[in-house]
């Protein structure tokens, strides 16, 4: 095999969470720290692949190699993964928030008597639009699933739902250690079946991965 066997083939990367703001200063946000997701474009880099990386604010800075683009909410993450494409192959590591909040404006809401309630709507599915594609569809789409229970039969569910290849299932619940830590312990999910990999550092789940997507796109035609 090649020793750069991704070498001139793009692949896109979501990482870390999104902020969506409440007002001028204050935002929602989840635990991400981005380190899979970057450990996964390091690696899918040092396989050969051109890897347009697409960040929200995470804790780590991007890796080296990487084309990177910024970005703070979910909407601005779908543009930037938009204008992306084509690409081979996409791995949505980012945490995207679930939810915006409706009427966000530029003046700083005031503490008042009462507290503000603050009316939430749906982001868009990033991970499902791309892989809903009719047209430009990227020929691998890899989903992560991080739950606190029933993880594999959620990572099946979402495979389905969202129409992704792959789903990287996790166990996120606080006695993991996952979020924010530095070891990983996962399920590759496919239409094929589920493989367990032991407990690995997050750069050996991303080196794993890496491999396996190289494997895919050089196994003949799509
Ligand atoms: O539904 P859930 O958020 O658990 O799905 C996780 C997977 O979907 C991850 O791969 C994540 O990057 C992706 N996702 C997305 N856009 C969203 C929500 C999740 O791309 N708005």
Redesign the pocket.
């Known amino acids: 095999p090649a020793v750069r066997p991704l070498a001139g083939r793009r692949i896109l990367v979501?990482s870390g969470p999104t902020h969506e703001p409440i007002d001028p200063v204050r935002y929602i946000a989840n635990r991400s720290s981005g380190r899979q997701g970057t450990a996964i474009a390091a690696a899918l880099v040092a396989l050969g692949a051109e890897v347009t990386f697409v960040t929200g604010p995470a804790e780590v800075p991007p890796p080296p190699g990487v084309q990177a683009i910024r970005v703070e909410t979910?909407a601005q993450m779908l543009a930037a993964v938009r204008g992306a494409l084509p690409v081979e192959a996409a791995v949505?590591?980012?945490?995207?928030a679930?939810w915006h909040v409706t009427g966000a404006g530029d003046r700083k809401i005031k503490k008042g008597a009462e507290a503000p309630s603050l009316a939430l709507a749906q982001?868009?599915?990033?991970?499902a639009d791309v892989a809903g594609l009719a047209e430009g569809r990227p020929r691998l789409v890899v989903?992560?699933?991080?739950e606190t229970d029933d993880v594999l039969a959620h990572a099946r569910a979402?495979l389905t739902r969202?129409k992704a290849d792959w789903i990287v299932a996790n166990d996120v619940s606080p006695a993991s250690g996952v979020m924010g830590g530095t070891e990983n312990t996962v399920t590759l999910v496919t239409a094929q079946g589920d493989e367990g990999w032991p407990r690995l550092s997050k750069e050996a789940v991303a080196e794993r991965l890496a491999a396996r997507i190289a494997e895919a796109l050089t196994e003949g035609p799509a």
């Open positions: 979501t979910a949505f590591a980012a945490a995207v679930d982001n868009p599915d990033i991970l989903g992560f699933a991080a979402k969202k």
